[in-house]
């Protein structure tokens, strides 16, 4: 920029703020600051404040960021869970209970199964809970405490 345009108070203001950036960071002593302060508010051209910025170093412009990829905007894929294969099997199971004469006894039998099948998981379930529960209690987990003879999760 030519050292002869004349410079407006949004200029003037800019390197006022610019002025005190660098008091803040050590670079001008309050003297200083106050004698560039008030030369840069009388400066009449690019000239007169580019001499009161002569010495200080200009702002360094941040690192550019890594550009992101772009965010997909498409409608979200299906995804499709296969349910157990043991559903099938249990389906021609029961058909065929009901299709044979003598089917109810084979009927029976696979509600036991099932049944049986239910009360293991209900079993098991208890007993991982509470080896977690004790695994918390040894291991001081943040959110579990002790009161008294009873646990407490908070």
Request: net charge positive; glycine share 8%; aromatic share 8%.
């Amino acid at each position: 920029m030519d050292d002869r345009i004349r410079v407006s108070d949004a200029d003037r203001e800019h390197a006022t703020s610019r002025l005190r950036e660098h008091f803040a960071e050590g670079r001008l002593t309050q003297d200083e600051l106050d004698e560039r302060i008030s030369a840069a508010l009388n400066a009449k051209t690019f000239g007169d404040l580019r001499h009161v910025m002569a010495d200080l170093p200009e702002p360094v412009p941040a690192p550019p960021r890594p550009a992101r990829p772009p965010q997909w905007v498409g409608p979200h894929p299906v995804v499709r869970h296969r349910g157990p294969r043991v559903v099938p099997l249990v389906a021609l199971v029961l058909l065929a209970a009901l299709i044979f004469p003598s089917g109810g006894w084979l009927l029976f039998g696979v509600f036991k199964l099932l049944l049986l099948f239910w009360l293991v998981t209900c079993v098991a379930g208890f007993f991982a809970a509470g080896l977690a529960r004790r695994h918390m209690h040894h291991h001081g987990h943040p959110g579990y405490r002790r009161r008294g003879r009873r646990d407490i999760w908070l």
